[in-house]
């Protein structure tokens, strides 16, 4: 069986030399780059709004259980039934219980993170549903039976001719591969969906405590008809989502459009308060919330990484991330890709399993610094690297260290050492990047800087 | 207990230990910082012109950058005729609607069969009208949006599901930004809010195919704001 850490290495290592893929994606970026310059310049002060929505994040998390409480009171008071779930497992079983009271066969769904954290797609198509994706890049990634290559843009990674193939292939109608026509074909589809759907099941970009209301954001406007259209309605939701009020949202929804798509705002942002009321003619008569947990709290346990569930999954941190930007989403194998990913997936996952993402970064800070909500990216990936080896430190780092720890102590010693060193170095290039040297599973993809010629001791000594 | 007193139970445990506050001075003395003020978001948001003018010059500009079709007449009589012009122009056969204070006068003006969606309707009925028109709650200059929600504007369906969406909206429901329009928004329904609230900028879109811009992908492939 492989580990995660052996085939996070195979696929990085097969994609990062796969030359069409790193042009795909790198033009993709360099589009997104363009926009989302424009919409930050926008800003009378982009640096004043992060401070903003980092300090209002920070006052959501940090008093969770209040704001927690205070939304399920005021979506309840409109009718909307609230699910706590504890795990993954036990959010499957609410929401299949659901389809089972509610005699469901066609459930149509909008973009969420949190569904495919969950694996709920497999777990209904497993219990007989037939299940549809709606927004356009879910809907091409579920018939190719991939999961989303990025959080933002699920089908990045492919062009439209193999997205005509797709759809050739599974829904044996693909006129050409022009992307509108090729859009069209979807929206034909799903119309028809949407029409049928008996269950409707979106996620959620903000959970509003104030008001008590989903707030969720989209351009296509398949969101707005999975709630707009069948007779009972699902919305899943972490519990790190809340926001304290609805003003809130004056500053979230212009953040998370200029660094998710660089848009000055998504084309339908959608408040859902509940079922439908007293003198409304369509809307659910049923609403759904289901709150899940699935290791936020041990995360939120965590003071030095508490401000990882500050995240409002805009994607920025992936776009921006050198080593995103060439072994792409598919590479990480978690729900969450890119920096964001590899800092909370140890802390959801396990940190043993998971610690190889911590490693898979150049440090270069990219991340923090376009993060729009001010998450300390970079160091969160330090900081697991350190817990993980003050759990359980591998052999070689032990070893590692024992001898360096004496020698750097020791300052006869170590210029002892700088000096073999040097001389080791000359005679390691008559070896290096070749089969004999011993560090070659370092050395055939690394060059070692040479070792100064002179120490600054030395060089302190010998001054005139 | 319950899954909810778990729930609730390790949160309050694990909040237990503050965290530091954000920014780079990681003083633990330092209070909590305030939520923003509206005053606050506005020193930072994108800049909003002092008149009506400005305001309206932006929100047409913005209105253009989204491929919103944005029509200012002078009164309600104008914007019937102007609706009237778009219905021959585009041959529509079946309209939907609600009635509003607005959309009443506009439909009447259509002399087409129309589908109101106030009372109980057929969504197959809807979803093969050419057109669905709506009242609105405020047009946003900062972002050229439409507020609308489930009361104000026909429900839900009536704004997504036709082909063409068309606003009437009166110009005094312009409002500079999105502080403005959450504030109206508050004080119009704070005693009880409908059960969806929706902000529209532009017709629907995907870009999920190369990053190229589709416009219609599963809601209107058009939509016109007519301001009077």
């Known amino acids: 069986m492989t580990t995660p850490a052996v085939q996070f290495k195979q696929d990085a290592r097969r994609l990062s030399a796969d030359l069409r893929h790193r042009e795909i994606i790198q033009t993709a970026m360099g589009k997104y780059e363009v926009v989302r310059d424009q919409r930050k310049a926008a800003f009378q002060d982009w640096q004043g709004a992060r401070q903003m929505a980092a300090e209002t994040k920070w006052e959501a998390i940090n008093h969770l259980d209040r704001h927690l409480e205070e939304f399920v009171r005021n979506v309840e008071a409109r009718g909307t039934k609230v699910h706590w779930a504890a795990t993954d497992q036990q959010a499957r079983e609410v929401i299949l219980g659901i389809l089972r009271a509610k005699n469901a066969r066609v459930i149509v769904k909008s973009k969420a993170m949190t569904s495919e954290e969950i694996h709920l797609n497999e777990a209904m198509e497993r219990a007989g549903y037939e299940v549809v994706e709606s927004d356009l890049g879910e809907f091409i990634v579920q018939l190719r039976e991939e999961p989303p290559y990025h959080i933002v843009f699920p089908a990045m990674h492919l062009t439209r001719e193999e997205i005509r193939d797709t759809f050739q292939r599974k829904l044996g109608d693909a006129p050409s591969n022009n992307p509108e026509e090729l859009t069209m074909v979807a929206r034909r589809v799903l119309r028809e969906k949407y029409l049928q759907a008996d269950v409707g099941i979106t996620g959620a970009n903000f959970a509003i405590a104030e008001t008590g209301m989903l707030s969720v954001t989209e351009n296509e406007g398949n969101a707005r008809l999975t709630a707009a259209l069948p007779r009972t309605m699902i919305t899943l939701v972490g519990i790190e989502k809340v926001l304290p009020r609805l003003e809130d949202l004056a500053l979230f929804l212009p953040m998370l459009a200029t660094m998710g798509t660089g848009q000055a705002i998504s084309c339908y942002n959608t408040l859902y308060g509940g079922p439908r009321q007293p003198g409304e003619t369509d809307g659910p008569e049923e609403y759904h919330v289901v709150l899940l947990d699935n290791r936020r709290t041990a995360l939120l346990a965590d003071a030095e990484q508490r401000d990882a569930l500050h995240c409002i999954r805009c994607g920025a941190c992936l776009n921006v991330c050198p080593i995103y930007r060439n072994i792409g989403g598919h590479s990480y194998g978690t729900t969450y890709c890119g920096p964001i990913g590899a800092v909370i997936t140890p802390n959801l996952r396990g940190l043993n399993e998971w610690k190889h993402l911590s490693y898979a970064s150049s440090l270069c800070g990219a991340c923090s610094e376009t993060c729009p909500v001010e998450i300390s990216l970079h160091h969160h990936l330090l900081q697991n690297r350190r817990n993980a080896s003050r759990r359980k430190p591998s052999w070689w780092q032990r070893i590692a260290f024992k001898v360096f720890a004496p020698a750097a102590t020791r300052p006869g010693l170590w210029s002892l050492v700088t000096r073999m060193g040097r001389l080791g170095q000359r005679a390691h290039g008559l070896v290096k990047g070749s089969r004999l040297d011993p560090a070659y599973a370092w050395t055939k993809t690394r060059d070692l800087p040479p070792i100064a010629r002179q120490t600054f001791r030395e060089w302190w000594r010998a001054r005139p | ?228």
Request: proline share 7%; aromatic share 4%; net charge neutral.
């Open chain 2, 1 to 228: 207990m319950s899954e909810r007193d778990n729930m609730l139970a390790r949160i309050r445990e694990a909040l237990a230990v503050p965290a530091p506050m954000p920014g780079h001075d990681h003083d633990p003395a330092r209070p909590a910082p305030a939520l923003p003020t509206a005053a606050d978001q506005r020193r930072v948001l994108p800049a909003v012109g002092q008149s009506f003018d400005e305001q309206i010059a932006l929100f047409r500009r913005n209105a253009a950058d989204l491929r919103a079709d944005f029509r200012l007449v002078k009164d309600l009589e104008a914007l019937a005729a102007e609706l009237k012009g778009i219905c021959a122009a585009e041959s529509w056969q079946r309209a939907a609607s609600h009635g509003g204070e607005l959309t009443g006068a506009a439909c009447q003006a259509l002399g087409l069969p129309v589908l109101f969606t106030d009372q109980a309707f057929d969504k197959r009925e809807l979803a093969r009208c050419d057109v669905g028109i709506s009242d609105c709650d405020a047009l946003v200059a900062q972002t050229g949006s439409v507020v609308l929600t489930s009361r104000s504007a026909g429900g839900r369906a009536l704004s997504v599901l036709p082909p063409h969406h068309v606003v009437v909206a009166r110009r005094e429901q312009l409002v500079p930004d999105l502080p403005a329009a959450f504030a109206l928004v508050k004080a119009k329904y704070g005693a009880s809010y409908p059960s969806m609230i929706s902000i529209i900028t532009g017709p629907s879109r995907t870009s999920d195919i190369e990053r190229i811009l589709v416009l219609g992908a599963h809601g209107p492939k058009k939509l016109t704001i007519l301001c009077c």
